[in-house]
């Protein structure tokens, strides 16, 4: 799979709405991605800042998989708002 190739998938990903945050603790974010034929686990460590993915191709090549990219993609368009909701 090239790098375009997957970022196309990346976007079509996100923008058919298969990408959602699971839920959030202080330390990570974790996501959802619902793959052709299965549903994959994406992990944000906001420590280090750091994305990885239960699926084949991260575990095999430790390179971001288009799941990465959709939740990046994600991240970019809430990062938008975040900002205005108060943190504690
Ligand atoms: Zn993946």
Partial sequence: MDKREKEKKAYLLFRQKRVGIDFETEKRIHFKV????????????????????????????????????????????????SHSIPRK
């Avoid at 699926?55 to 990046?72: G, T, V």
């Fill in 34 to 81: 619902k793959g052709q034929t299965e549903e994959y686990s994406v992990i944000f460590d906001k420590e280090r800042k750091e994305f990885t993915c239960d699926c084949k191709f991260f575990s095999l090549k430790q390179k971001f998989c288009s799941h990465i990219l959709a939740c990046k993609m994600l991240r970019e368009k809430l990062g938008k708002y």
